[in-house]
């Protein structure tokens, strides 16, 4: 199944149903860089699961490969580091993003595979599909479901589905 975005609706569409999101505070860029807030045009396939074992239950049911975050768990997006747009342990010398947050937006996050076969310096890096803030807030180019939402969503999606972002 492929996941669809509708910018204009700010909709994420899979299969049948409709489930409101939130996306980059950018926009849809087709020309993604660092920093820019921007939500990435293409098609990402969904590489992996991540959920805080202690706020849910239960990890996420879904047949993608799920894992459980750790405190010292982060992502490089420092575009002049080897590690760049990469899983790191924290504390890590260049910039990383803690998983582990205190909010709930990465209770469940799915790892997007955007810029990352290779990673490019400066390409963008941390996009995800993750819990929307409230009020749905822009995030910072991910694209983001409310809790229940992304769970039902993951309990449908299978390996070599993707997240696909139009222009």
């Known amino acids: 199944m492929d996941l669809i975005v509708d910018p204009a609706a700010g909709e994420l569409i899979a299969g049948p149903r409709r489930y ?54 982060g992502w490089c997006d420092a575009p002049d580091d080897p590690a760049y747009n990469r899983p790191v342990t924290l504390p890590y010398p260049a910039s990383a993003e803690a998983m582990w947050r205190e909010d709930a937006v990465y209770d469940v996050v799915v790892v997007l595979g955007h810029n990352d076969d290779p990673p490019v310096p400066g390409l963008g890096s941390c996009i995800f599909l993750h819990v929307a803030r409230p009020g749905y807030a822009p995030t910072e180019g991910c694209v983001a479901l409310a809790l229940p939402d992304l769970l039902a969503v993951l309990a449908e999606c299978r390996p070599g589905d993707c997240l696909s972002v139009p222009c």
Do not use: S
Request: net charge positive; glycine share 12%; charged share 25%.
């Open 20 to 73: 409101r999101c939130a996306l980059g505070k950018g926009g849809i860029v087709a020309d993604k860089r660092e920093g820019d807030g921007g939500t990435p045009v293409g098609r990402f396939p969904l590489r992996q699961v991540f959920y805080r074992p202690d706020r849910l239950p239960a990890p996420p049911a879904t047949a993608l490969p799920v894992q459980a975050i750790a405190p010292a768990d």
